[in-house]
């Protein structure tokens, strides 16, 4: 977690003190210059203007004051998707009020788990966590979903206020569901977990997970469009949503292959490589090609590659213009707590 706590008076340091002893990670203090040293930095310039620096942290904590914080983010406050957890405490740590991103960037959790350390009172404002009914922004964030439609995601969270929303996965059927599901294929308006983009509402809002590994192997100097091509192929041939993949991996010959390096970046995905070695020992049946590993040292480095980064094969090599791909899968399920 990286994070910043904010206080404005010693009373408030002390509190905020109290607060960082909860907080693992990458965690700084801050202070008006009058009150910096020791432990806590001085912040430059307006507060709205240091702040600005910091919304790339998962958290922003202000000990003091709500409007203090309030007008701190306010000029910075983007997306649900992208935005801090925002928190405010009142300098005694009686309560614990969670200002902004509570559910998709956890300040409601993060809210209760401070108010329970702290011996305080969380106060919770929305909607679906006062009524106890089943928020799926929160829901999808803690199991590594992504949310496919944000204005989907807005409507569920109405809609669930007043009545039950159906909810379809093609992965094991939970044994209970939260308060505010129904398990269901029917219906206008309903919630669907899949790596496959499948809707089986009229309007569905599809959460994934990030489960599946992409195994990638190449001919030396392949531009990274024909490495894009040939995934592509993969993923839609197999009816994969791209939001499904965690990663990719070859072996590690091909660490400082550009296009296979420039392919992953672009799509976002953090790319591993592993030895002839490591290869070999992973377990099962793959497709062989002696040329392969005449020349590099492994029989088949797609599907291997997959494997060993996670999951079961659920895509053998695919071959196309001298890029190799397949898929493994990770096992997942439906679950609430």
Known sequence: MTGAVFAFTESGKAT???????????????APARLAGEDFEAYDGSLPGFVSGLFDRDALIFVGAAGIALRAVAPHVASKKSDPAVICLD???????????????????LARRLAAALDATPVITTATDVNGRFSVDTWATEHGMAITSMALAKRVSAEILVRDIPLWSDAIRPDRLADGLVWSDDGELGVCASIHDIKPFKDTLLLVPRVLHIGIGCRRGTPAEAIETAIQKVLTENNLRPEAVAGAASIDVKSDEAGLIECCRSRGWPVKFYSAAQLNAVQGSFSKSEFVKNTVGVDNVCERAAVVSGGEIIVKKTALNGVTVAVAEEKWGIEFG
């Not at 614990?96 to 956890?106: A, E, M, N, Q, T």
């Open 16 to 30: 905020a003190r109290r607060v960082m002893a909860q907080l693992a990670g990458s965690i700084d203090l801050y």
């Open 91 to 109: 300098e005694a740590a009686r309560f614990v009020i969670p200002l902004l991103s509570g559910h998709i960037g956890g300040a409601n959790a």
